[in-house]
């Protein structure tokens, strides 16, 4: 798991969204359990794992048929290792930069039996993981507002609001079949050598002494038991946060107007000693295209194409219509007269001696 590429993971969890939104965006509804939460992970894993092209609705039935322990459980299982089997035979001959590839070439020198079933253990764990998580988030964001409007506003990144759901809503309740291997005390309860011990994370998670208030906000704090601690903690930890980070965001993208189509009370769960499993997640949306699955998700590209490129254009000419007489002008209205100025006359000549005086000193 530590050569993981995380970076190309995202990707292709992004390219695996596209893919399984795509074949219920164009309806308006759909369940989140059924039809997303529970393909997605198997959908990643097996490109994980290094065989893409096993992933199909049966395989996911098969996965589901097995963790259900029903009458064809069996054969659900010899269906999946036929094909952990014929990718570890593909390895052997053609050696790749995958996870398959990474066990065949260990150290430890595993034969196939051994490979083959440890990519079953490693499918299932991880599928059923992230199945559960990603349903949990995803129930959370429909059923409570306050917890949506924070994400929606920024007060909540969706890291930690998966974080919020590993303390609140562990994938698995409860881990069993471990042997202790020698006398010890734990919590001042004395184990020996031998006894089978239950590990359970959800009560963990809501020890007082660790968790005061069980409905504080965690606000990201990664110290829950949901995956485990110290040299035993799960190894593919991060390739499960990241398909529920990218899952939950990816989804919000191309369907922002999700709502949950039943009312809270009416959801469903399986439960066993080991995990709650949703059973389904009905929900209703407007209707959206498809998308190209290289392309990251968005609602974006749902409105009209906007130009963005500038260019000049010419006005576009009115139609040419039948030619209409043109109407004639209305007959001129005579000018008014204006009178003209009146005539400026030079003054009379003085007649005395003291009017012409006047006159001189006056220029004139």
Known sequence: MAATDFRGLRRHVNRSVQRVVNRFCEEGEADLVGQYAEHLPMAVMCQVLGMPDEYNDRIVQAARDMLRGTETAIASNAYIMDALQRLTARRRVEPMDDFAGHLIAHPAGLTDEEVSQHLRVVLIAAYEA???????????????????????????TVPQAVEQLLWDEPPFSTIFAYYAKQDTELGGRRIRKGDALLFAPAPANVDPRVRPDPTADMQGNRSHLAFGGGPHECPGQDIGRTIAEVGVDALLMRLPDVELSVDEEELAFTESIASRHLVSLPVHFTPRPQQDVRKRPTHENDAPAQQRDWHIEAAPRPAVTAAEPEPRPAPAEPPVPVPPPPAVTEPTPPRNAWQRFLRWWRGY
């Open 130 to 156: 992230t199945a559960n998580l990603l349903a949990n988030v995803l129930r959370q964001v429909l059923i409570d507002p306050r917890f949506r409007s924070q994400l929606n506003g920024g007060q909540m």
